[in-house]
């Protein structure tokens, strides 16, 4: 009786519900085309109508209602879509906004990016896996792994053998430009209590001056021996810091631009206390954290304004908040590729660390980073040394940073004939120097790809007077010989405290890499 229950179940039900959907599949076309017929005989009839611009409409609810306009001689005028309903790109692009300033929100520093980017991979079926034990990779499966707890890499096995089609890479990175927390940080001026900090980067420094700040980062506790000490991460949910500015009544010129030192400036106020209440960062931390004071070992703290992103323009076009540079491409990335249901290519984001600051650390584009977690891939796949090489000669990479837009009281800043504007698409990036990998391969590649999606892209250039900025681009590639593309949505107030992006270029961008990684 189990045997037989069984294939009803799994045989001979699905096959009687194929048969009986076949069939009527085919008579609904069947009875479509007649209807069709019909309706093209009476219009193929008509009389022509003289002297009258004719609108053609091709009715439809998924796709949309498809329609064309003519002129009285029958010249083509004009076409477009409407939608019944919002079109599924409009759905996407509305919770692609959200989601984009909610992961912003809740990643002050790299250490949270990487934080919240884990538990968005677990919640979709990837696994951790550690540099330090052996890996057992499976056709299929999802992985990822962290470089000293703010770089991450995660990446899909294709079920194509990586020697044929390479590796598709989405390069991008989680820090952004800022002030970090020295140790024995602690001032005071006339009982005023300073905090003694190191800027990160190169941040507009008079962005940060007069706005609620906290801090978030990693702690070390005393562990069980010098190589494994307890580690803690901390986002302080509190305003507790701010810059004050020197009033314009003491700074008459502070409006022609003037000098901001890092050492003296920009030091944040956190109290006003009496010689036997002055402020203690260990203590604030011991009390926090709940452990003892004398056995905090270390830090590595970083402040964060404490406003949170927000949409805004008459059409709700712009995306305001911190950190753009570089989390809206890390975000784009990574959500990327676990929407992808092309299970051929073997798949891989990175999120590397140290960007703003040249990339010179183990979590950093200037390390052997990625070739060792290519070479570990390979190898867990039975791949040859010759197999392996063959894999990256066929590889393609994304390096994925934000771009310039055009800034429209700077209009003369921008290249005469490259002007880029928020919400017109992507932005490939070129430089004559290398500063940037594109080359006409590249951006051939990426062009054809684009074209295909119809995804919008535009191009940036420095003005030739103008020394412009650089990314992981070149950089990884010294590391690693895998062509590219230095990409990026366009920003405006780009290493601002708060900066400005375009809604539909974030979506773009997403859309662009998913194309790279199921094509």
């Given amino acids: 009786l189990e045997c037989i229950a069984d294939s009803m179940k799994r045989l001979i039900y699905p096959s009687i519900e194929r048969e009986i959907r076949s069939d009527l599949t085919k008579k609904a076309e069947e009875d479509s085309v007649v209807i069709f017929s ?89 696994t951790e896996l550690s540099e330090a034990e052996e890996w057992k990779l499976k056709k299929g ?69 007069d706005r609620p700040l906290s801090f978030s980062g990693r702690v070390f506790v005393e562990g069980d021996s010098a190589f494994k000490p307890k580690k803690y991460f901390i986002n302080y949910d509190k305003d507790i810091f701010i810059i004050p500015s020197l009033c314009i009544h003491q700074n008459r010129g502070v409006n022609d631009g003037v000098a901001i030192n890092a050492q003296k400036d920009t030091l944040p106020l956190v109290s006003i206390s009496k010689d036997k209440n002055k402020f203690s960062l260990t ?26 992103g927000c949409i805004l323009g008459a ?17 784009a990335s990574l959500n990327s590729l676990i ?82 504007k928020i919400n017109c698409g992507p932005v490939i990036k070129m430089a004559a120097n290398k500063s940037y990998i594109t080359d006409g391969y590249s951006r051939a590649v990426i062009e054809k790809i684009a074209k295909d999606a119809k995804i919008p892209l535009q191009v940036f250039v420095n003005r030739s007077d103008v020394r412009g900025g650089s990314t992981i681009g070149p950089i990884q590639q010294s590391q690693i010989r895998i062509q590219g593309i230095d990409i990026g949505s366009p920003l405006l107030s780009m290493h601002s405290v708060r900066e400005l992006g375009g809604v539909e270029d974030h979506y773009n961008l997403y859309k662009l890499i998913s194309e790279l990684f199921k094509n």
């Fill in 315 to 331: 059409n709700d076009e712009f995306v305001s908040v911190g950190r753009l540079d570089n989390l809206a491409a890390f975000h």
């Fill in 38 to 126: 019909e309706n093209l005989k009476q219009l193929l009839m008509q009389s022509p109508l003289k002297n009258k611009k004719v609108l053609g409409i091709d009715p439809a609810f998924r796709t949309g209602c498809k329609m064309a306009i003519v002129d009285e001689y029958g010249n083509f005028i004009d076409k477009m879509v409407i939608y019944p309903h919002k079109p599924a790109s409009a759905d996407k692009q509305e919770k692609s906004k959200k989601d984009l300033i909610k992961f912003i929100d809740e990643s002050p520093s790299n250490y949270f990016a990487c934080i919240n980017a884990k538990e968005i991979l677990n919640k979709n079926g990837f």
């Fill in 283 to 308: 203590a604030l931390l011991a009390k926090e954290l709940k452990v003892k004071e004398s056995e905090i070992l270390s830090y590595d703290l970083s402040l964060h304004s404490r406003e949170k």
């Fill in 141 to 209: 499966e999802k992985y990822y792994v962290t470089i000293n707890d703010s770089g991450i890499i995660a990446f899909t096995i294709g079920t194509d053998k990586i020697y044929k089609s390479g590796y598709r890479i989405a390069a991008s990175h989680t820090d952004s430009p800022g002030f970090l927390i020295k140790p024995n940080p602690e001032m005071n001026k006339k009982d005023y209590d300073i905090l003694n900090t190191e800027v990160y980067g190169g941040p507009i420094l008079s962005t940060w001056f």
């Fill in 339 to 420: 929407d992808n249901k092309d299970k051929k290519n073997t798949c891989i984001v990175v999120g590397y660390d140290n960007e703003e600051i040249g990339s010179h650390t183990i979590q950093g584009a200037d390390s052997p980073t990625l070739a060792n977690i290519l070479g570990r891939i390979s190898n867990a796949m039975d791949l040859t040394l010759e197999e392996h090489e063959q894999a990256i000669a066929k590889s393609f990479v994304i390096s994925n940073d934000a771009a310039h837009s055009i800034h429209p009281n700077y209009l003369e800043k921008a290249d005469p004939t490259n002007e880029p």
